[in-house]
């Protein structure tokens, strides 16, 4: 059974930092993309970031282009994600998934985890 889990999110001031991570197991996780995506209340979901199985190529949503950094670490079955400069709009449930194509569309993911809560106030 395949399961991604989240972790890390919290509550921030506007210009501060994060970094989540997602533990995956019951996949060999060296074989996957891995992206990170989030929802905002009321809005759709939107892609954030993703990383290839080798990590030799990364995406980015323009809007954290700059400002998030999306990493893995094979062995340990993680990928991370280092979120600097927070605004408030930023602010929303962010979720891992885990894919065979390195790519901005949700649907192309086949597994997702639960999603931590990311909130940018003062």
Known sequence: QVQLVESGGGLAQPGESLRLSCVA??????????GWFRQAPGKEREFVAAIHW???FTDYAASVKGRFTISR?????TVYLQMNSLKPEDTAAYFCAAGKLTTSRSNAYEYWGQGTQVTVSS
């Open 54 to 56: 080798s990590a030799g």
């Open 25 to 34: 197991s019951g996949l060999t996780f060296s074989r996957y993309t891995m």
């Open 73 to 77: 670490d094979n062995g340990k079955n």
